[in-house]
């Protein structure tokens, strides 16, 4: 069966919280149809390799079946919090958005169940991820 | 025959948040008819430690700035139809906001409020100095955290917002408690749980949780045209949750307003700010969501499920604030033809001006800002582009303000030394204000309610 690689937000949804120096982020399924092949992609090891330039000292997922949803917690990678940060950004409101982009693969026989429209062409990622 | 759901609105999310989306939650809670209340949340991490400083300043002053503008529209209908009122806007100072408030009411004129404040979170006396150093520990900084503290204060629990209402409060004014627990107080005083029935007081804690942002759980701070249209997002409704016996709740909003309740708007927020979602920890209970359902039981109207309880934590969190050190802020915008190319050279003369900040940190917004990392790698990492509308943003640390100074003084000097067309600089400098988080054996805070009528 043929598949075809799009970015994450195609196939889930998510939004940032924060707490001192940790992020969470939720990453919550458009269909429960995509729900196993997002636990079977969207791991730990490359969640954390995602985040790489963010330093996080621990990536934990924790699944919520129930939910067709899984949540992300990333430790000291808000470079100290809200009050000791200097980013913009300072609480890692649009952390969920770089998530999001995480390339993933989806069989033809689950495309109907993607949120939003194909792109031209193949989704392409962005150099970044292959750091 | 099922008894009548208890329905809280909550009317704000943080402090801050707008003011005129009290009055159709106020007008759905009348029309709804049977038991209501209406929560106010203004109190995020660090606003507490702003009130505080505010409140150096003016000893009157310390609670929520927008008091007034929250409550002036809302609470004549309120005492009119006995819709009680429970809100953290006390801040750093609960019983200037409750004298406030007792002064607005005469304003209008209305009958004169039962007014109760919560106490016991402030832990920032001389005499708690020795509970915070054990708490906060033998760090390398602990003399410089105590020497320059703003504040410290306890994350109360439910207990005394419960016991104030059922000794006839009207408005309950706390400083910093946990925030579910503005909704698990009312949950409690109305049914008269027993204070360790874990279960419905996690079902509560839920409740809560979902209530306390607000707009956060009716469709806003989730539209992402495209992928997620909300309609009316411009007057986006606030939530309203039909909370049952059994602590269970449904999630509904005003009718007439914006936004939008569903599976995925609810899911969202059900794990918003939650780490193990099988332990979520609050002063009133564990509570655990790792079995939650969220059912959808009509357009607008979403249940949420399955959620169970354990005993809550022998400690209660403390946050301690303290002022070290300055952080400098300075932007300057590129534009047009090669605007990423002159952006990129004046970083890199600010880099070189100056290396010697203890931490620094340059974005170009419109190329690289908030996904990056202090160190700059992420934005190293992207690819020249031809970016034509970039803002160079500067930030610094530094514990002495006469090399923090520098800062502004650099981005200021671009306007003539820098790379061509530099333009709207704006700067800033602020003290740093920094966080400790610790825990405190929960029989060190006696929380306490005050009826201030009686006080």
């Not at chain 1, 196939?11 to 940032?16: D, E, F, P, S």
């Amino acid at each position: 069966m043929s598949a075809r690689t799009v970015p994450l937000y195609r196939a889930a949804h998510g939004r940032t919280g924060d707490k001192g120096n940790r992020s969470n982020i939720s990453v919550i399924a458009w269909h429960p149809a995509l729900w196993p092949l997002l636990v079977e992609q969207v791991t730990e090891s490359r969640v954390a390799a995602k985040f790489a330039h963010r330093r996080p000292s621990r990536v934990t997922r924790y699944l919520l079946p129930n939910l067709q949803a899984m949540n992300f917690v990333l430790d000291d990678v808000l470079d100290g919090g809200v009050n000791d940060a200097l980013n913009l950004d300072s609480h890692g409101k649009a952390l969920a958005f770089l998530l999001l982009d995480l390339p993933i693969t989806v069989p033809d026989a689950l495309r109907e169940h993607l949120a939003g429209a194909d792109e031209p062409d193949s989704f392409q990622p962005e150099p970044w991820r292959h750091a | 025959m099922p008894l009548a759901p208890l329905r809280i609105g909550c009317a704000a999310g943080f402090s801050g948040d707008r003011t005129d989306v009290a009055a159709p939650v106020v007008d759905a809670l009348v029309a709804a008819g049977g038991p209501s209340f209406l929560i106010f949340e203004t109190l995020a991490e660090r606003t507490l430690a702003l009130a505080q400083l505010a409140r150096r300043l003016d000893p009157d002053a310390g609670y929520e700035p927008l008091l007034d503008d929250l409550l002036r529209p809302v609470l004549a209908r309120c005492l009119d139809h006995g819709i009680r009122i429970v809100s953290n806007f006390g801040a750093a100072n609960p019983r200037g906001a409750a004298r406030r408030i007792a002064a607005l009411a005469a304003e209008l004129g209305v009958k004169a409020p039962r007014i109760a404040v919560v106490e016991g979170d402030d832990l920032g006396a001389a005499a708690q100095r020795p509970l915070l150093r054990a708490a906060v520990g033998a760090g390398a900084d602990i003399d410089a955290v105590m020497e320059t503290m703003v504040c410290a204060n306890a994350y109360l629990g439910a207990d005394a917002i419960a016991d104030a209402l059922l000794a006839g409060a009207d408005i309950v004014v706390t400083g910093r408690v946990a925030d579910p627990s503005l909704t698990v107080g009312p949950a409690l005083a109305h049914f008269g749980w027993r204070r360790d029935d874990w279960d419905r007081l996690a079902r509560a804690t839920m409740a809560g949780h979902l209530l306390e942002c607000g707009a956060q759980v009716t469709g806003g701070y989730y539209a992402d045209p495209g992928y997620k249209d909300i309609p009316d997002l411009a007057h986006v409704g606030y939530p309203i949750a039909e909370i049952d016996a059994d602590g269970h709740c449904t999630i509904t909003k005003p009718p007439g307003t914006g936004g939008r309740i569903d599976v995925h708007t609810v899911t969202e927020q059900v794990l918003y700010e939650v780490h193990d979602p099988a332990a979520y920890l609050t002063p009133d209970v564990v509570a655990d969501l790792s079995q939650a359902r969220v059912v959808e039981l009509g357009p607008n109207r979403v249940r949420l499920e399955g959620v169970r309880g354990h005993p809550r934590p022998a400690t209660l969190k403390v946050n301690v604030f303290s002022e070290q050190g300055w952080l400098a802020e300075g932007e300057i915008s590129y534009a047009g033809p090669r605007a990423e190319s002159r952006a990129r050279l004046a970083a890199q003369v600010l880099r070189e001006r100056l290396g010697t900040l203890a931490r620094l940190r340059v974005d170009l917004i419109g190329v690289a800002s908030v996904l990056g990392d202090d160190a700059g790698a992420y934005l190293l990492a992207q690819s020249h582009g031809e970016a034509r509308d970039v803002r160079l943003r500067v930030a610094a640390l530094d514990d002495d303000k006469a090399r923090a100074e520098r800062l502004p003084r650099e981005v200021t000097a671009l306007y003539t030394c820098g790379p061509a067309g530099g333009g709207g600089v704006r700067t800033g400098l602020r003290q740093r204000l920094s966080t400790r988080s610790c825990f405190v054996p929960r029989g060190d805070v006696p929380a306490r309610f005050v009826m201030m009528d009686a006080a």
